[in-house]
């Protein structure tokens, strides 16, 4: 019943290591985000899909990329993690890009030791 | 580049007060504006989404305003419960892009 589901919802793992953050929505949104929320609680855009493509990337390193295998999922593949990537990342989807019905997953939050 | 910005960033209230949330942006093309709020631990719950064209939305205790010449938002609680705790973010959503969120404000309501 879950609108987007997020998994894992707590992952804590080395630094150097590459890990995979999934994101499924079964509300028929066209449009999917990942938002990564720091330590000070601020929420900032990473990625955005619209149907399977990549509409908005903003400065993140590299190491960060977006998979979109169909319009319902898009996942989060880090590699090579870093101590300050420590946060809790939420996927979020919405009707279209004006931000109708947005909806958030409940967060992943990673731990990087 | 849009800024968002929420006061206070903490509120106290005791039960039953009626309550008043700020949001300031610096860009006022903006498609639309959304209130979320958000629990420890948990996701974003959307609250009220404002279109440009519009003046204020409601919804139950809720009521939201928009004057988007100025680059303000307010969210309105009447009669604050102690399950009404929680931060609440405000985030504007340029045409076409994504949403710009403010920092939130965390509400505390003492029973």
């Known amino acids: 019943d879950t609108a987007v589901s997020q998994t894992p919802k707590y992952l804590v793992t080395q630094m150097g290591n590459d890990k995979s953050i999934k994101c499924e929505q079964n509300?028929?949104?066209?449009?999917m985000y990942w938002y990564k929320q720091d330590s000070k609680k601020f929420l900032k855009i990473m990625f955005s899909?619209?149907?399977?493509?990549?509409?908005i990337n903003e400065t993140v390193p590299n190491r960060f990329s977006p998979k979109s295998p169909d319009k319902a999922h898009l996942n989060l593949h880090i590699n090579s993690l870093e101590l300050g990537d420590s946060a809790v990342y939420f996927c979020?989807?919405?009707?279209?890009?004006?931000?109708?019905?947005?909806?958030f997953g409940s967060g992943t939050r990673l731990t990087v030791v | 580049k849009q800024e968002v910005t929420q006061i206070p960033a903490a509120l106290s209230v005791p039960e039953g007060e009626n309550l008043v949330l700020n949001c300031s942006f610096t860009?006022?093309?903006?498609?639309?504006l959304q209130w979320f709020r958000q629990d420890p631990g948990k996701g974003l719950t959307s609250l009220l989404l404002?279109?440009?064209?519009?003046r204020e939305q409601t919804s139950g205790r809720l009521n939201a305003s928009l004057d988007k010449s100025s680059g303000r938002s307010t969210l309105y609680i009447a009669a604050s419960q102690p399950g009404d705790s929680a931060t609440y973010l405000c985030?504007?959503?340029?045409?076409?892009?994504?949403?710009?969120f403010g920092t939130g404000t965390s509400l505390t309501v003492i029973p």
């Open positions: 860009d006022s093309a903006i498609y639309n």
């Open positions: 509300l028929g949104h066209d449009t």
């Open positions: 979020a989807s919405s009707q279209s890009r004006g931000g109708y019905g947005y909806t």
């Open positions: 985030a504007v959503n340029p045409p076409g892009n994504q949403f710009y």
């Open positions: 899909y619209n149907n399977k493509e990549l509409i």
């Open positions: 404002i279109q440009s064209s519009q």
